[in-house]
């Protein structure tokens, strides 16, 4: 298990995200403070406490009613001190003679709004800070199982869920995981003001599953969200998630030649059944379009979604829709469209799920997947140069991390 800041190889600035790679620079960071009046201005923070509004907190303050007016009133912005959260910072800016000349609402270690007296009027600003981005590095052993191994790595469980999701599709993290299994991860952590804000992305990653080794490098392609990819181009992704849905257990499986449970006939069973709690996300499996989301009486509450011009699939016995989801609506993989329920014909909580090829029934278990599309053929330079780099940084760590086992 490592962990350690680490020194990036040079590379042109504008291709890539900055590190700060001196543990020392953590703590003096330069970033865009809010702007210090230049005079004799006195500066005065407070926290909100429960309870509180903007007028009483102005008066506790000693500042006039009529300022609570004029900054809560400023357009478009005032509207934002309507609602104050306990826990959030207002800081007054105040000249020589008492008056308030600036008011900031901090409501995150990044966001802050701002409102400044230009004569008679307040005028508000939105900021948001970009926080410092430091790349870390963990390694990991697994004996039993992978967030076992995630927390004695130290590694936070957002990572760990990320860092399933990507090898997803290479690895089933319940059935295939063996003892002796390793990861080996790069990622951001964010930091502002010298302090940890959170996590940013993974990325690379390489998990070794078996003796067999993935290795995951994000990249934005162009016209593209950031995604991954392995070092060849591929997608790390397929086209379709193995199952939409978080299950407890399979209840019923696809079927051709089951004897329904309710009405004691051979009725094919076209689809598989997901046990899960009502209200469990159901997600789509693929980017499609939304062709029905309505409800019958043996289907209850169901989506169908269009993948193409092949693929069909479909989600049934949904407790509520999610809201955007209506037919004509575009949908990305792995987008919430509905909540298991058991509405229609089902006699306790669950997702029928059903994947049709050119308009047959497949079973979702065992369908060959089609895979997501590759970084394009133009763009293979830039993400070859853009892979090299990060892979030689794995590589470096993990060569480190052996030579310090066998020390
Ligand atoms: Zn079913």
Redesign the pocket.
Known sequence: MESVLLTLPEEPRAAQPEFTTDPAARSNIAQPKPQRPEHAWREVSTQIKPGDNLALIFQRQGLSAKDVHLVSTSKPLGSQLKQIFPGHKLTFYLDEHGQLMQMAYTTGPLDRYEFKRQGDVFVGEQITTEPERILAYKHGTIDHSLFIASQRAGLSDAITMRLAQIFQWDIDFVLDIRPGDAFYVLFEELIHDGEFIGYGDILAAEFVNNGQPYRAIQYAAEGRQPDYYAPSGDSMRKAFLRAPVEFSRIS?NFNLRRVHPLFKTVRP?R???YAAPTGTPILAAGDGRVTTASRTQPNGNYVVIQHGEQFVTKY??LSKFARHVKSGQRIKQGQIIGYVGATGW?TAP?L?YEFLVNGVHQNPRTVSLPNAAPIPKQQLPNFHAHTQRYSALLDNYKHQTSVAVAR
Request: hydrophobic share 30%; glycine share 10%; aromatic share 0%.
């Open positions: 019923s069973h689809g598989i059944d049934l016995h089902a669950h029928h």
